[in-house]
Nanobody, 125 residues
Framework: QVQLVESGGGLVQAGDSLRLSCAAS????????MGWFRQAPGKEREFVAA????????SYKDSVKDRFTISRDNAKNTVLLQMNSLKPEDTAVYYC??????????????????WGKGTRVTVSS
């Protein structure tokens, strides 16, 4: 069993930066691919970024590719999402996720093993 707890959300202005953290508990964390998803008001949850279990591979939603960076520290059981140049359209609840298959994390409807409860990010214009 893995528990995920997100932090770092908040209210910022367009152009600002935020860093989201995901603290994981459980022995299997280092063997799981990790990712971030988000859900904006009135929209479905969507993939944002993912990182493979050893940190060697990453993938991003096209609209965040040059602005967001995902990283992980397996020694500390944490995953980070550095978000720069934030835009109002980045406003959403951001969820940390763990999955067994990194390659399919960006596929809609992919199997996610564990979810966090989310942290809200609001970007004002």
């Amino acid at each position: 069993q893995v528990q995920l707890v997100e932090s770092g959300g908040g209210l910022v202005q367009a152009g600002d930066s935020l860093r989201l953290s995901c603290a994981a508990s459980g022995r299997t964390f280092s063997s799981l691919a990790m990712g971030w998803f988000r859900q904006a008001p009135g929209k479905e949850r969507e993939f944002v970024a993912a990182i493979s279990w050893e940190g060697g591979s990453t993938s991003y939603k096209d609209s965040v590719k040059d602005r967001f960076t995902i990283s992980r520290d397996n020694a500390k059981n944490t995953v980070l999402l550095q978000m720069n140049s934030l835009k109002p359209e980045d406003t959403a609840v951001y969820y940390c996720a763990a999955a067994r298959n990194f390659a399919t994390m960006s596929v809609p409807g992919t199997a996610i093993s564990y979810w966090g409860k989310g942290t809200r990010v609001t970007v004002s214009s």
